[in-house]
Structures are given as C-alpha cells and as structure tokens.
C-alpha cells in the first residue's frame, strides 16, 4: 500500500482561510507573513491541507523511497502560536535564530507568539536563506 501525504495543495481560498482566523492578532500576523513569503519566494500563497498557507514546492525522496511534494515555505496561523516552517541545517540558521527573539524551534518549525515580538529584519533573512537553500538542494 502506497502512502499517500496528509499535506497536500488544496483549492482552499488562502485570503477566506486568514479571514476566517479567529484572533485578530494572529489574522494580521499572517497577512503580513502571507505577504512576505510571497514576495521572498515569488510564488503565490496555496493552501496546504487544512490549515497551512505554503509558497512553490519541491520534491523529495527518502533513501527509505519514501517520496512526495512539499511547500517550499509556509505558515501556519493555530490558535496558540504561529508556525512557520523553514529549511533546516542551512549555514547561518543558528545565528539568524538567535536574532530573531522571542521564538521556540524544533527542527523545521519556529513557533511565534506574535510578530510585533521578534526581528522582521532577521525573519526576511532568515527566509530568504531558507528559500535560497531550497533551491539549491532542489532544483525545479
């Protein structure tokens, strides 16, 4: 039997899908995210499954063969944080962490409280590094 991912594009209205967040806080924290993630990445907002805003997309096979697509870039608007999910083990991603601020990390997720919280200047940076490092390891 064939896996077949949770996470994949969906028809979903992303500008519905912010709309729709309940806490005013986290709905401008991620039309400001929605609109810096696509002007990083230079691909339009899609959703991802239920509930994450992803930007372009890549490929990927496990040596298991284990293979599927993924969002290059995205975010996610919960109830409790915001989740941005951003490459992991790329040169300098310690260091621009580490000038972001309030944040907690596990391994390609950062969980933010609030954007007004941490640097936006270390968070374009650290974006653009994760995009440019994704389009290294994974060519389109």
Known sequence: ?????????????VADFIAAVENPQRRADAE?????????????PAMWGPSII?????????????????????????????VLYIAPGFAGREDLLARLGKVKTGASCLYINR???????ALRELAAASLDDMRRRYPQ
Do not use: N
């Open 1 to 13: 039997m064939a896996y077949e991912a949770k996470t994949r594009p969906t028809d979903v209205s």
């Open 32 to 44: 400001t995210l929605c609109a810096l993630f696509e002007a990083l990445s230079g691909e339009p």
């Open 54 to 82: 992803g930007f372009g997309r890549y490929h990927y096979r496990y040596d298991s063969g284990h293979e599927g697509e993924a969002a290059r870039i995205g975010f996610s608007p919960r109830k409790a944080q915001t």
């Open 115 to 121: 954007l007004d919280w941490i640097d936006m200047d």
